[in-house]
């Protein structure tokens, strides 16, 4: 009887850590800015370094399925994705000029595991006194 009920708690156990793991949120990678937000010279003009963390350490996708958007920001320069497989991740440098008094810069890609991911950043003009 305490043998059958040993295996009762284990099955019980089992499925609540599987179910547990199914609705854990994952995502596909992590997106980050540096600086955040991005302030521009006088001049409008800005560089920032994005970097890609990918959750999956064998993803499928390469660094160059990573998109990115401007809203209100023009790219001036895009360096080359460098892919760091020992990090499991994938770094750039950016140049980008603010058009508008305000802008975003929108990073993302999709997953076939996990969706799409997506990061963004506001860049703003250097406030001049």
């Not at 156990?13 to 992590?30: D, E, M, N, V």
């Amino acid at each position: 009887m305490k043998n059958s009920s040993n295996h009762a708690a284990l099955a019980f156990l089992s499925l609540f850590i599987f179910l547990a793991c199914l609705t854990g949120q994952a995502y596909s990678c992590r997106i980050s800015f540096d600086p955040s937000p991005v302030i521009t010279d006088s001049n409008g003009v800005a560089t920032l370094r994005v970097t890609v963390l990918r959750d999956h350490r064998r993803c499928d996708l390469g660094c160059n399925e990573i998109r990115i958007e401007g809203n209100g920001v023009e790219i001036v320069r895009f360096d080359p994705w460098k892919d760091d497989s020992r990090k499991a991740a994938c770094t750039t440098s950016i140049v980008v000029r603010l058009l508008k008094q305000e802008g975003t810069l929108r990073v993302w890609r999709k997953c076939a595991k996990q969706g799409v991911s997506e990061g963004s950043v506001k860049v703003v003009r250097k406030k001049t006194r």
